[in-house]
Structures are given as C-alpha cells and as structure tokens.
C-alpha cells in the first residue's frame, strides 16, 4: 500500500511563498501530480511531473508555481510563489493513472492566502 504524506502548508500573505513536499512511501510512480480543493469546490489539478522531469502546469498558477521531484527521495515538491487568495486551498500529491489514481488520497496540506 502506497502511502503518500503532505506537507509545507500554512498560512502566507499574498505575494509570498511556500514550498509543498509530497513523500511517497513504496513505488516510484512514473507521473505524479499535485492537486488541491477549495471549499465548496472540486478538486482541481494543479502540476504533474513524470520521472524524467517533464511537466504539465494548469494555466490557473503558470509562471507562479514550479513543480519538481527527487525520484531516489520518492519525493514530490510544489514551489508556490506569488500566491494569491484564489490559491487557498487543500494541496493534495497523487499518482495520476488513466481516469483514476495510483493511490488513495492522503490528508493533503492547507495553503491558506490572506492578509
């Protein structure tokens, strides 16, 4: 059972910065992603990455947020700058297969952007 554990959040004020960290515990997956949900939405794809550093960004975050992985780490990291209020949100890490996911979701980590 793949485990997959979140971390980084917190509460920042507009402008700045955090860095997620996703640690997966068993396999190495080829693609993972980062995923978050707002209240009362749905969750939304942030950032995927595969093992050889090729990466997906949603227009929503481009140019603000860099996704990154250490494959020997089994590690996933979300470079969030310039963050805005619209940000706020549960991040979630996944490995994204077909219409599904390798693993089940874990706890996610909250990003909370206000002033």
């Known amino acids: 059972q793949v485990q997959l554990v979140e971390s980084g959040g917190g509460l920042v004020q507009p402008g700045g910065s955090l860095r997620l960290s996703c640690a997966a515990s068993?396999?190495?997956?080829?693609?993972m992603g980062w995923y978050r949900q707002a209240p009362g939405k749905e969750r939304e794809l942030v950032a995927t990455?595969?093992?050889?550093?090729?990466?997906n960004i949603a227009d929503s975050v481009k140019g603000r947020f860099t996704i990154s992985r250490h494959n020997a780490k089994n590690t996933v990291y979300l470079q969030m700058n310039s963050l805005k209020p619209e940000d706020t949100a549960v991040y979630y890490c996944?490995?994204?297969?077909?219409?599904?996911?390798?693993?089940?979701w874990g706890q996610g980590t909250q990003v909370t952007v206000s002033s």
């Open positions: 996944n490995a994204p297969a077909g219409r599904g996911f390798l693993s089940s």
């Open positions: 068993g396999n190495v997956f080829n693609v």
């Open positions: 990455i595969t093992i050889l550093g090729g990466t």
